[in-house]
């Protein structure tokens, strides 16, 4: 997996909104979850309205890449949820959002995933990790 391209200058903290922002600016993503894109925050199952995105940083960052005793890269683990009461929205927004993370911020997708659905309230859950690396300053 290559680096993305693209340079960490405000800390960690700062790619989840590069993520939540290369969502909102993605016109599949914006029309299906109109703005409903969390950190952290889960919704509680019986409250999805609509479909949700949920950004979930599950590691802090690692240093990675090294060269003449230095660190180049920072490296990121992310699990991306998104949560809806359509089957096929759940599986088409998940999809896009793959795309994004690779072509937009060079993010692959890892692991297995959970791919679940509640029948209590209805809703079909989608989550995936994806793993990237940022160039530090």
Request: proline share 5%.
């Amino acid at each position: 997996m290559s680096p993305s391209n693209q340079t960490d200058t405000e800390g960690g903290n700062a790619l989840i909104y590069k993520i939540h922002d290369a969502f909102l600016a993605d016109s599949f993503i914006q029309s299906k979850v109109n703005g409903r894109i969390k950190f952290y925050e889960y919704p509680a199952a019986g409250d999805v309205s609509g479909p949700c995105i949920v950004i979930d940083p599950i590691a802090s960052p690692v240093p990675g890449d090294y060269a003449d005793n230095q660190w180049l890269t920072d490296d990121y683990l992310f699990q991306i949820e998104v949560w809806s009461k359509s089957l096929e929205d759940t599986g088409s927004i998940a999809k896009q959002i793959r795309s994004v993370m690779w072509k937009v911020l060079g993010f692959s997708q890892t692991g297995t995933g959970v791919d679940e659905w509640d029948p209590d309230t209805g809703v079909y859950r989608d989550a995936r990790r994806y793993r990237g690396k940022i160039y530090i300053d």
